[in-house]
């Protein structure tokens, strides 16, 4: 049976038993029978503080190994009642009562998350750098050290700013792998003049990222294509170029290393968004392949890593593409306990070789 996992549920199991899910093309295939045992029943007769819901679900949580347990309660909770977080409601209302209707809705998506289901699933939404966008499954969801990514992209197109060279009639910058859209879209808010091209060859993010530019008021100066980095080279060419910055989180993980990866992941998000290949370079390549021909002179490439690839990337391009420069890697020096370290990777387009070289250090 094929299930898309949206919101409302139109039940409510009293019991969970681990889920088998099965990823086949954009859509997820449940194998399991039920989602059975160790969820509480729906209070009839007592009623529950806000405080009590959050003890009670971090409990659950925590016996049933669904990580962050205490944020997960607090983060879907604070949802339903119209904040971002528990802080965000205010002390007071802490020891207010739940209605019945916000009772239930507190057990319809506690339950969705007791599944392994990531609370931005859950709750249709997350924050990325100042925007709110609408999640859901399958489409990737972004992490913060992507937010790390869009800030060094910002810092070049701001000194290009200072240079003039924003005036360009290339000016523009090209997303592959768009997934939710967070990456133009940051740039598009952070940016007035700047204009912004994304790509996905899933038709999940391609529908998600519109969206999301519609509710944002960008779908002026975001175009969003259903196309494939890997089969679809001459037309993102002739459709795209020339830009500025080509700037990518492409799927980088080494496909040894996938298995190893949390539920929250390897149920409900898209295992090609994440599955690089042997050594998770398969669509950088192509990517890197297509650069010079989508750059404008002295345009940029940003890709974020794994930290094993920049002397891997390096290498590859002095070898095959002599057009690009590799120029720096940015790593993420940030000490978050089980959050896997990244790099990102700066290359510069060189189509005329006497050109001086630039090198920006962060």
Not at 274 to 302: E, F, W
Not at 332 to 337: G, L, N, V, Y
């Amino acid at each position: 049976m094929w299930i898309r996992l949206r919101r409302p549920l139109k039940k409510v199991y009293n019991c969970f038993k681990p889920l088998k899910y099965g990823f086949i093309g954009h859509k997820w295939l449940c194998t399991s029978p039920c989602v059975a045992e160790c969820v509480p029943a729906l209070p009839t007769a007592s009623r529950l503080t806000v405080e009590q819901a959050v003890k009670l679900w971090t409990g659950h949580f925590q016996q049933r190994g669904v990580s962050e347990p205490h944020l997960s309660s607090q983060y879907i909770i604070a949802h339903l009642l119209g904040a971002k977080t528990l802080e965000g409601i205010g002390q007071d209302r802490l020891a207010e009562f739940l209605t019945q209707e916000q009772t239930e809705q507190t057990w319809e998506l506690c339950s969705r998350r007791l599944t392994r289901m990531p609370v931005q699933y859950v709750i249709e939404e997350w924050d990325f750098r100042d925007l709110t966008l609408k999640m859901r499954p399958p489409v990737f969801i972004p992490r913060p050290e992507t937010e790390e990514l869009v800030g060094l992209v910002l810092t070049d197109l701001q000194m290009k700013q200072g240079t003039g060279l924003s005036e360009e009639t290339s000016f523009r910058c090209l997303e592959v792998g768009c997934g939710s859209g967070a990456i133009s879209l940051s740039l598009l808010k952070s940016l007035p003049q700047l204009r912004a091209i994304a790509l996905d060859k899933n038709k999940d993010a391609v529908d998600l990222t519109r969206e999301n530019s519609h509710s944002l008021g960008f779908q002026d100066r975001l175009e969003v294509h259903h196309m494939d980095v890997m089969r679809d080279a001459d037309i993102i060419v002739s459709m795209c170029s020339p830009v500025s910055v080509l700037v990518s989180n492409p799927p980088y993980l080494f496909s040894e290393d996938m298995i190893s990866l949390e539920p929250e992941i390897l149920r409900f998000e898209d295992h090609a968004a994440l599955d690089g290949g042997k050594d998770g370079m398969q669509v950088m390549r192509h990517i890197l392949t297509l650069a010079p021909k989508l750059l404008s002179n002295h345009g940029r490439v940003y890709l974020e890593v794994d930290p094993r690839h920049p002397q891997l990337i390096q290498q590859w391009v002095e070898e095959s593409v002599e057009e690009l420069d590799y120029l720096h890697t940015h790593r993420d020096i940030t000490d978050r306990s089980g959050v896997n370290q990244t790099a990102i990777c700066l290359l510069n387009n060189y189509i005329f070789k006497t050109f001086d070289q630039e090198m920006y250090s962060y």
